[in-house]
């Protein structure tokens, strides 16, 4: 099985959807002529045309707002913001239009729009460049949340999204474009959205979390097996919305002892409903208090260097706080 | 002056760069190296560039080749630097990686030397038990006084009880872990508990505790005396914290209700004079009124099987297995040893069953397996004196009969009064299962069953 990248698995999803379907279409800042400013959509527009692979102005609003009216209309639009940080605009279309119209018209419309939005901080990107932007969206009914960890689980779970009859927002974590290699599969196949995986069999510990962090747990998980023979379990919720509660249930109830990890801040993020979750669910079989490393609880990361690096997740600092929970 | 070496390491020379390639090396090992001079060429995905020099020193060496590729952060080239240089050169080196990585599991592997064997009964965290110790502790049980605790400050943990259930070596011998539903009752069979049954001289029966002077329940033995307190602290042993959880869990989810019959047992009291004599002889045991009421207990549960039966939200389970649970007092606690398949013994066999039940709770030597398992629980009551209890059901069972001290009263029997042994039974009931008619029903058979007992009935 071929060794691509993260990226270029998400940009063969694209091209694969795009080649089976006449009705996808990607739109966003500089997704055309230059094939996006990551390289993302690079080839779309040479191979489908400049109506498929649409350069639009800089109006996040206006790219939601035509997608969702597209997907209304009967196409399968991909839209991109080119950060996710600059998606804020377009969040009123979100939230209010495509999360809302199926509910709202009772069943007479529906909106199959995927927003795709690159999260995450560690590129040296400062304030506007590295958000993490879930928890804005999170706990919206209506809408359904992607966060792939994995090259492979980004072309299934893109493609799942594209093929989904509901609004879908896909995060994609920048630093993991070209930093994340692993084998995809040349044919055709989806993940599917709602389903966790276990990324790591363990007994001392459960690593709970989504995207970039958790190569950073599975980095430590490694030195921690071989340094001192303590055993992680980790799992990648893969989906973010809505929560893979089987999953999570059994993972936690494995090891009683839970550490929730991910790069959006603390309060109120996606490790607060997990953990809820666990402690509404499995009092009897908790060993330790359940645990949660995030990014601290700052407007977004600094741009200068020292700051980024306290403020982001690490192999050390995912260390550091799993020794501490299997020793508890 | 001292030198020092150092590495350069790889930089992030663009936002979402992972990687760089050398190009060509600009300087080479030996060659001198001034703050800012450039030393190699730099290819990546976005930018070409040359990689100014952090430090001021002599290139040692490369540690990679021209051409190749290595992530950001990486070293690439030592520089030896003069020692005064070395107050900015180090964040420098350790900020890699590399070196970070390298240092951090050499302070760790000692302190994660689990304690020995034996452990510290006074460590902090020793007595602090999560939600999971303590139900595996229950369901296996585990006394978590024997256990070794692993964890931060000596607390148990999951994999610690996990381990004494595996090796066996905790457990608790004399398996309290059944639920007993009543007020403590004596041991059923006791010899002395109840009086002869000559019908001429008073039948009042009497408890162990009325007949003996009680002995100081040992519980209060291991009591902590505080001279000078208008109080003192009993400790809560494992048993009495098992038989707390689980009068608390049927109080909490069963919502009970009672009702009482009276019987006429007369006839019962002479069967069992003519007998208990003949019977001691043969079968070496004394004969109570025990297996009698057992008997007719059981013969009711077969007319109405809705009795020995479970709650189970969706759905009621009836059990077709009649096992009847026996509350058996001790001096500091009460336990429930079950009779197997109690349908299908005789009098005689109960009469034998609950002996050897009684005696090995006395003993402390009674078997997980012989405390599991139950469906339906009689408690004799009547043992310690009582004429009206309360009792609460043995959880998740359905119901729990009592049998109260036979009492010699008048009785009005066809318009005329005579002087009869009468007994109270006091039923519990679970009222998600059963209602009032049931149970009437039942009573009533139950009733049948003990008045139906006269001088011809045989025991075997």
Known sequence: MPVIEYIEAIRLAMKEEMERDNDVFVLGEDVGLKGGVFGTTKGLQQQFGELRALDAPLAESAIAGVAIGAAMAGMKPVAEMQYSDFMFPATNQILSEAAKIRYRSNNDWDCPVVIRAPIGAGVFGGLYHSQCPESVFFGTPGLKIVAPATAYDAKGLLKAAIRDPDPVLFFENKKCYRLISDEVPEEDYIVPIGKAKVMREGTDLTVIGYSMPLHFAMQAAEELSSELGIEAHILDLRTIQPLDRDAILEAAAKTGKVLIVHEDNKTGGVGAEVGAIIAEELLYDLDAPIRRLCGPDVPATTFHAPGEKHFMLNKEKLKTAMLELARY | ?460
């Not at chain 2, 291991?222 to 000078?228: D, I, R, S, V």
């Not at chain 2, 479970?310 to 500091?332: F, M």
């Open chain 2, 1 to 460: 002056m001292a030198k020092k070496i150092v590495e350069v390491a790889m930089p992030q020379l663009a936002e979402s760069l992972v990687s760089a390639t050398v190009d060509r090396w600009l300087k080479q090992p030996g060659d001198m190296l001034d703050m800012y001079e450039p030393i190699c060429e730099l290819i990546t995905d976005k930018v070409n560039a040359e990689l100014p020099s952090t430090v001021r020193g002599k290139l040692v060496k490369h540690l990679i080749g021209a051409g190749e590729t290595v992530e950001v952060g990486a070293a690439i080239c030592l520089v030896e630097v003069e020692a005064e240089a070395e107050a900015s050169a180090e964040p420098q080196s350790s900020d890699s990686p590399a070196s970070s990585s390298g240092e951090a599991p050499a302070s760790r592997p000692a302190a994660a030397v689990l304690p020995a064997a034996g452990f510290d009964a006074n460590a902090p965290m020793r007595h602090r038990y999560s939600p999971a110790v303590q139900r595996l502790a229950a369901e296996h049980s585990i006394d978590l006084n024997r256990v070794p605790g692993t964890g931060e400050g000596g607390r148990i943990t999951r994999k610690d009880v996990l381990e004494a259930v595996a090796s066996g070596n905790a457990a608790i011998e004399t398996s309290p872990a059944a639920p007993t539903p009543a007020p403590s009752s004596a041991p059923a069979p006791s010899a002395a508990s109840l009086a002869p049954m000559d019908p001429k001289i008073p039948v009042r029966s009497s408890g162990i505790h009325l007949s003996e002077s009680p002995r100081i329940p040992s519980i209060e033995v291991e009591g902590q005396e505080l001279p000078g307190r208008g109080e003192y602290f009993i400790d809560v042993t494992p048993i009495r914290n098992t038989i707390a959880t689980r009068m608390r869990q049927s109080v909490s989810e069963i919502p009970h209700g009672w009702m009482m019959i009276e019987v006429d047992v007369t006839n019962l009291v002479l069967l069992r004079n003519k007998l208990k004599d003949e019977f001691r002889k043969r079968e070496g045991i004394n004969l109570t009124y025990m297996p009698f009421m057992i008997k007719a207990v059981v013969n009711a549960i077969k007319d109405y099987p809705i009795m020995n039966s479970v709650w189970a939200v969706d759905k009621i389970i009836v059990k077709r297995d009649i096992n009847i649970s026996l509350s058996v007092g001790t001096e500091d606690s009460v336990v429930t040893p079950v009779i197997r398949h109690a349908d299908q013994k005789n009098i005689s066999g109960l009469a034998h069953e609950i002996d050897d039940l009684a005696r090995r709770t006395r003993e402390k030597k009674l078997k997980l397996d012989d405390v599991n398992g139950g469906t339906f629980t009689v408690n004799n009551t009547g043992s310690f004196g009582s004429i009206l209890t309360q009792p609460i059901i043995n959880y998740p069972q359905a119901a729990i009969i009592t049998f109260e001290s036979i009492v010699k009263r008048p009785v009005v029997i066809n318009d005329m009064i005579g002087v009869r042994s009468m007994v109270n039974l006091c039923l519990s009931l679970d009222h998600r299962i059963l209602d009032g008619v049931i149970c009437g029903r039942f009573l009533q058979r139950v009733k049948e069953n003990l008045e139906g007992y006269n001088l011809e009935t045989k025991v075997y």
